[in-house]
């Protein structure tokens, strides 16, 4: 398999909803962003229409993944997104780029049914620098560990509080989850699932989004609902 045929794998056969998962981790870390935040509040989707405007965000990125960024499918996707983007900040470009793709990567070497391979690591990251190159900026030089020394020391400077922040995470936090359980249990499930997406996130992020740290049950209860969901889908991928 070549290097498109592999993403197109990745996205399609081996870990089609984990990498979701990890997009939708992804756009939450891009809240804890004062300026990020701003401009997607002004721009109203995701307050307005959380699930789809998610979605929009997450079939686009898959469906350029999918589809390869030299294939005539993904010219128009491009364009809009090259529209869209159009004159921001090279860095807040480059922030949310690593947002968009080390949060999957995390996840899935976390709790996929299996990790990553380190081929299938580069494509992705390889993926990434294509898709920063369409869109008129450098992506942070090296592999993964350097592409997240970049973005660590990015987030720290500037990850903070900030009222968009907020109505985003009210809006497009938790109910964006609760929207993967079935309809009757979202209600009575919906504190829960808070909890869990609270515990998803790290302190830098909790921080700026205004959640409190979960209690070392939440997190160990997390964590193992999330292994079992890899040990599931592990027996469903070998069988
Ligand atoms: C490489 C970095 C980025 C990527 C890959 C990216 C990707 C996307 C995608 C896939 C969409 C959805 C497009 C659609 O609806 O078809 C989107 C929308 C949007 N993005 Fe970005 N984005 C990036 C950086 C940023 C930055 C830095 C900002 C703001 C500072 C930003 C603000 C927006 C806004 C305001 C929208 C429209 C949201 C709405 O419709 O409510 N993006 N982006």
């Known amino acids: 398999m070549d290097q498109q045929e592999r993403l197109r794998h990745l996205v399609l056969n081996t870990h089609p909803e984990d990498l979701k998962i990890g997009l939708t981790l992804g756009l939450w870390r891009t809240f804890a962003h ?50 869209i983007h159009d004159g921001i900040d090279p860095d807040l470009m480059r922030f949310v780029l690593t947002a968009f793709t080390l949060p999957p990567i995390r996840f899935i070497d976390q709790y996929g049914w299996r990790p990553l391979t380190d081929t299938e690591r580069n494509d992705y990251l390889s993926f990434a620098s294509g898709l920063a190159r369409e869109l008129g900026i450098q992506p942070p030089a090296g592999d ?55 515990a998803l996130l790290d302190a830098r992020v909790r921080s700026a989004l205004g959640l409190a740290a979960p209690s070392a049950t939440g997190k160990h209860a997390t964590a193992a609902l999330l292994r079992l969901r890899g040990w599931v889908i592990r027996r469903r991928q070998t069988s």
Request: with cysteine; glycine share 10%; aromatic share 6%.
């Open 34 to 83: 004062p300026d990020v935040a701003r401009q997607l509040a002004s721009a109203g989707g995701l307050i307005n229409d959380p699930a789809g405007r998610a979605s929009a965000t997450g079939d686009a990125l898959l469906g350029l993944m999918e589809e390869g960024l030299d294939s005539p499918a993904s010219k128009p996707v491009l364009a809009r997104l090259q529209g």
């Open 144 to 198: 993964v560990a350097e592409w997240t020394r970049w973005a660590d020391a990015y987030e720290q400077q500037h990850f903070g509080p900030s009222c968009h922040s907020l109505s985003l995470w009210q809006f497009a936090g938790a109910p964006l989850a609760a929207r993967r359980l079935p309809r009757p249990l979202r209600r009575p499930l919906q504190r829960s699932v808070a909890n869990v997406a609270g």
